[in-house]
């Protein structure tokens, strides 16, 4: 079982920048890909980016040069580095984890609203 606790959501004028995290309950070096999620109204929610435990990683087109995700092992942590933020940027976002190989292995945060206005 992983817990996932999101954090860093918030109001953001458009061209700024926005760092999320999502702290996992155990190591996430046993975790085979955590990622970011996001949804807006009346939409799908969609994969924005993606980060295996050896350190693949794959970005939306949407969000490819614009976001970074990257992690940190010894806080169980993963961030999303938003930069040069779009009003479509718009969207709860939601941290997930996977676990191959095992029933029921996906897991999601409560999700964190994030917000690109003038």
């Known amino acids: 079982q992983v817990q996932l606790v999101e954090s860093g959501g918030g109001l953001v004028q458009p061209g700024g920048s926005l760092r999320l995290s999502c702290a996992a309950s155990?190591?996430?070096?046993?975790?085979?890909?955590m990622g970011w999620y996001r949804q807006a109204p009346g939409k799908q929610r969609e994969l924005v980016a993606s980060l295996t435990s050896v350190g693949n990683t794959f970005y939306a087109d949407s969000v490819k040069g614009q976001f970074t995700i990257s992690r940190d092992n010894a806080k169980n942590t993963i961030y999303l580095q938003m930069n040069s933020l779009k009003p479509e940027d718009t969207a709860v976002y939601y941290c997930n984890a996977r676990v191959l190989n095992i029933p029921r292995g996906t897991y999601w945060g409560q999700g964190t609203q994030v917000t690109v206005s003038s």
């Open positions: 155990r190591n996430i070096f046993s975790i085979n890909v």
